[in-house]
């Protein structure tokens, strides 16, 4: 199975070998994903934009998925590379199902998995150029974990990507604790994505919610968060001084 | 009298009335192309007014290529904040045409941590990032710190100068105006990002100055390394009707935020509140990071100095004094 990843200087025309061919840049990005460990299980809420540089070119990009029956994955940055994965843990839960041994991987095994195919393909100077945020029960255990593009790989309580890290994490920290309900941790992660919103440029007012507890995985449908823009300083700043900015 | 120098044909022209002996006119010519030369001589050595003057950036790339380094300055990586609490009182019929808002109790909080680095060392680490403007009015400074200082101190003095001559309390738009058209000039040479913050006659006002010289005016604002994680905090908790308490404990969890999830900012919470002519500085309002020790009575040395053994060594047998020895040995 060899993955060659083609820049744009080189082209079809010059695949001699000899010039190597890996990812420089990403293209297609999605923004930051968020994940907490809640009472019952996992929340993770991502927002479905998928910008071309700066434009936003695609509004209906589903970065939660679920992987098996105990998983959930969630990816920002280059998207095409996240399909890649969706594709290799697609062969890896059928080749799971086909053992049919009433055995079923869980998310710490999909999370180990994921990190070496990350940390290898970043040996090879070809990474996949993603952040992932995988989160599942299994056996009543709940799991939380994060990869990045070069294989740093942790499990934590709760986890941001991209952006997230800078102006989500000082609040999740905060804010968070243990065996938090349902509708607590929905407002948290709202909270949190109401301040990416505000403040991070490629975020986009559409968000799916996903939540996989030991039961049952649901994706919620895509909504938008209310904002407030309603601050009198806003409304006329240079009052005062007239003819300033 | 034009002297346009090409004869005396031509002066004679100019003021008909007005004559001239020959000896004259010609010593006027040549003075008037003294002045000329002058002028031209002093136009090519006086540099272009305004910003800073790179003549010697060639030597110093060359001699970095030789092996100088250029000395490190000293940053202040930092979490500053401001914010602006307005204790609002609504009239009952709140149609949209009449309510009236009354302002009870307002003003300006600002914050800022005390971490000062020098890459990756923290030189200082209890210093002051909220610096005086004027009576009614503080400016906290991220970036380098000799520039926020620098840019902070000419532009306190420029104001106190204008006090006296005007004889009128500083208005904020007036340090914001001075701030950033110092800050344009230089072209964002001089890496000072300020959150200015005060209360004059027109009300309280918050503006944040860019390097380069731009501006905002914000109900809440944030800069330096922290500010996205201070910002969080404020994009979750601000609302219109704080009050001065309120206020505070918004801006110290901004802080803090920035204290603890920025690596660039640590140490103590300074908080300056100014209101309608009044102003408090609550220098070190909160110390979330403490000095702590294993034993929880902490540490401290014994008064007395005790002595536990004694030994001379007399320093003047080791000396040996060759007499008539060579002064030097080449």
């Known amino acids: 199975m060899s993955l060659i990843a083609s820049t744009p200087a080189n082209n079809s025309l010059l695949s001699s070998g000899m010039e190597s061919e890996r990812t420089l840049y990403p293209y297609v990005t999605g923004t930051s994903v968020i994940g907490i460990k809640y009472k019952d299980g996992i929340l993770m809420a991502a927002d479905m934009g998928g910008s071309y540089g700066s434009t936003l070119r695609y509004k209906s990009v589903e970065r939660l998925k679920s992987i098996g029956k105990h998983s959930l994955l969630g990816a920002s940055g280059e998207i095409s590379d996240f399909q890649e994965i969706l594709r290799y843990l697609d062969e890896l839960i059928l080749y799971d199902n086909m053992w049919d ?139 005062g001084a007239e003819g300033s900015w | 009298m034009m002297i346009c120098g090409r004869g005396i044909e031509k002066l004679r022209w100019i003021r008909e009335d007005m004559m001239i002996s020959l000896d004259v006119f010609l010593f006027l010519l040549r003075f008037m192309r003294l002045i000329q030369i002058q002028m031209s001589k002093s136009a090519i050595d006086v540099p272009p007014k305004g910003g800073f003057n790179f003549d010697l950036c060639r030597r110093n790339e060359m001699l970095f290529k030789k092996g100088v380094q250029p000395p490190s300055f000293r940053k202040t990586g930092t979490t500053i904040v401001g914010l602006v609490f307005q204790r609002l009182l609504f009239l009952f019929n709140q149609l949209h045409s009449s309510f009236s808002i009354f302002y009870l109790q307002d003003g300006v909080i600002l914050g800022a941590d005390t971490r000062a680095t020098e890459g990756p060392i923290v030189c200082d680490k209890n210093c002051e990032k909220i610096h005086y403007m004027a009576p009614n009015i503080y400016c906290c400074g991220a970036g380098t710190a000799a520039d926020t200082e620098a840019v902070t101190d000419m532009v306190s003095s420029q104001l106190q100068l204008h006090r006296y001559h005007s004889g009128r309390e500083s208005r904020v738009v007036t340090a914001l105006t001075l701030l950033k058209s110092h800050l344009f000039k230089h072209q964002g040479y001089v890496q000072a990002a300020l959150v200015l913050g005060g209360v004059d006659v027109t009300g309280p006002h918050l503006h944040t100055i860019y390097p ?58 300074d908080i300056c509140v100014i209101t309608k002519g009044h102003k408090e500085y609550l220098r070190n309002h909160m110390l979330p990071n403490p000095r702590t020790y294993i034993s929880s009575k902490g540490f401290s040395f014994s008064k007395q100095i005790e002595v536990l053994s004694t030994k001379v060594t007399p320093l003047k047998e080791k000396v040996v004094v060759i007499d008539g020895g060579d002064a030097m040995e080449e």
């Open chain 2, 212 to 269: 380069h010289g731009s501006t905002d005016t914000l109900p809440y604002a944030t800069m330096g390394s922290g500010s996205l994680a201070a910002m969080s905090v404020f994009e979750s908790k601000y609302r219109e009707d704080l009050t001065r308490d309120e206020g505070i404990k918004i801006v110290s969890e901004a802080i803090c935020s920035g204290i603890f999830n920025d690596l660039g900012s640590g140490s103590n919470v």
């Open chain 1, 101 to 239: 041994d009433g055995n079923s991987l869980g998310p710490k095994e999909v999370h180990n998995y994921l990190t070496r195919v990350m940390y290898n393909r970043r040996n090879k100077f070809n990474p996949l150029w993603n952040s992932l945020v995988l989160g599942g029960v299994k056996n009543g255990q709940k799991y939380l974990g994060m990869v990045s593009m070069i294989g740093v790989h942790f499990e934590d309580n709760h986890v941001a990507t991209g952006f997230g890290n800078h102006l989500a994490r000082p609040i999740l920290r905060d804010e968070w604790h243990e065996n938090m309900s349902f509708e607590d941790a929905v407002k948290l992660l709202e909270k949190c994505m109401r301040v990416l919103l505000y403040r991070d440029r490629s975020a986009i007012n559409k968000l799916q919610i996903a939540k996989i507890t030991e039961e049952e995985v649901t994706i919620s449908q895509p909504y938008s968060l209310k904002t407030f823009w309603g601050y009198s300083a806003f409304q006329n700043p240079t009052k």
